[in-house]
């Protein structure tokens, strides 16, 4: 029997040991080679990197085996390496495209294929349809040159991507100022590929950094998965009174997402650290150019872009959509609700390193610590509140969708519901420049429903609503 693989908004994840075996981690990348051949990229180089996640290096060894096989030449990274590092990696080589092992924020029983363009960039829906129809049904069809043979021909060429990126961040940002700062700085990598960088970045100068969950474990202890948002980060947030730390970061298992905790240890959520990354670049260092955005993050960027004079774009949920919308408008910065922010100059792409210096930055140049930074940010734009649900359904999604559909509120949380916008799930927005947003997942029975609002003590009404028009209040 075939095992169907599925590309979601990034590539392929899947349970180790289950779906995601080695002769199907060789059956993604024949299709990706495949999908490279077709585009006209034989014989071109492809980065290839990986994680920390178990075994996580020898999945990589295998990807390059399959692509050497293909008549490409492979850059093969010689430890687990962040996203961001690897997206930059593909343009400092000029290489035709990325594959990185990597399960990023998922549970610790998964691992994935993750796949990058010739921007370093997440690749366009199409195309991921093309590469997951391009996926042989069995391993024998799959092409593949012995590690050992290919590292000899020079077909596959370990490399160490840190230098490069490197030199390139330090084109965008002066890091001499943060060194000098004084900072304490609290760094939790959740045990992945962030570990060490904002120590070699930063550190030796009057800014102390300190990590936790520094080291290799791919069982991601104190944690449910290494997601940037509680409660996985519960154990950092309570570590900041006792480094008496000036401010926490917090990077996902590939280091492609960023989250923050004020000196106070309170969690400052991923819609308003976008808000507060647009209002540095305008603000302090005085760029301008468009903001890209799902629409599953904050009406914050709208109003800063009525203020500043510059227009926000809303796409589809993923970088998949954030990225192709980014280098067609040449957008300022893009993200996205899950903690994923890309800036101008540097690739389309996620990057949590950059994320956090430039947060970092911004603390700097205004002299003011996080809680104080969004209290300006609030006296700019209005407070903002948000929160999400994930709940699993029963029945039929059709049946669930009908059913939204056919609600048509006409208050949600007390709210009058002004328009829907279906471009991506369901979005009702709301008379306070609010919003509720109810989506499927692309692979689970799960009904995510997420809000925003002007008001604080709505949020949990707003999202009861949500519930009720998504029929979950109806199920046992």
């Known amino acids: 029997m075939v095992q169907e693989i599925k590309f979601g908004t990034d590539g392929w994840r899947g349970q180790v040991g289950e779906d995601y075996t080695f002769a199907n981690v060789r059956r993604c990348a024949q299709g990706f080679a495949d999908y490279l051949t077709a585009n006209d990229y034989q ?85 991921l349809k093309q590469i997951e129809s391009n996926i042989p049904d069995t391993e024998e069809e799959v092409m593949r040159t012995p590690l050992e043979e290919a590292l000899a021909s020079g077909k596959v060429q370990y490399f160490d991507a840190a230098p490069a990126y490197i030199e390139h961040i330090q084109t965008l940002i002066d890091l001499q100022p943060i060194k000098d700062a004084g900072l304490r700085v609290l760094v939790d990598p959740m045990w992945g590929n962030g570990a060490g960088w904002f120590h070699n970045l930063i550190g030796g100068g009057k800014t102390e950094v300190f990590e936790i969950h520094q080291d290799r474990n791919p069982n991601f202890p ?67 150019g468009p903001i890209v955005k799902t629409l599953s993050t904050t009406t914050m960027l709208e109003k800063l872009g009525a203020i500043y004079d510059v227009p926000v774009y809303n796409t589809g949920v993923g970088f998949k959509y954030v990225a192709p919308k980014m280098i067609e408008v040449d957008a300022m910065i893009g993200g996205e609700e899950s903690g994923g922010y890309a800036f101008k100059g540097n690739v389309p792409e996620r ?126």
């Open 43 to 127: 014989g071109s180089w492809v980065v290839v990197g990986h994680d920390r996640r178990y075994q996580a290096e020898l999945f990589a060894a295998a990807v390059a085996e399959v692509l050497a096989g293909n008549d490409f030449k492979v850059y093969l990274t010689d430890g687990p390496t962040p996203t961001p590092v690897i997206s930059y990696a593909v343009v400092d080589k000029r290489a035709a495209a990325a594959i990185n092992i990597t399960a990023s924020h998922n549970p610790f029983t998964d691992n994935g294929f993750k796949v990058r363009d010739e921007n370093g960039g997440a690749i366009d829906p199409a195309g």
């Open 222 to 288: 104190e944690m449910t998965r290494p997601e940037p948002i509680p409660p996985n980060v519960d154990v950092g947030l309570q570590a900041v009174e006792e480094y008496q730390a000036d401010v926490l970061l917090i990077n996902d298992g590939d280091a492609d997402r960023v989250g923050i905790g004020d000196e106070n240890g309170e969690f400052v959520n991923q819609l308003r650290v976008f808000a507060l990354l647009a209002y540095y670049l305008l603000e302090v260092r005085g760029m301008r």
């Open 351 to 476: 990057d949590g390193i950059l994320a956090g210096l430039y947060f970092l930055d911004f603390m700097v140049k205004l002299g003011k610590k996080p809680s104080q930074l969004l209290d300006l940010l609030f006296e700019k734009v209005g407070a903002h509140y948000y929160d999400r649900i994930d709940t699993p359904f029963k029945g039929e999604r059709a049946e669930k969708i009908r059913g939204i559909e056919s609600a048509n509120p006409e208050t949600i949380g007390g709210l009058k519901v002004t328009n829907l916008v279906t471009l991506d799930g369901y979005k009702f927005e709301l008379e306070d420049g609010g919003w509720l947003l109810i989506r499927f997942s692309g692979t689970e029975p799960i009904i995510r429903v997420y809000c925003e609002t002007t008001y604080g003590d709505r949020v949990d009404t707003i999202l009861q609503d949500g519930l009720k028009i998504a029929g979950i209040d109806d199920e046992d």
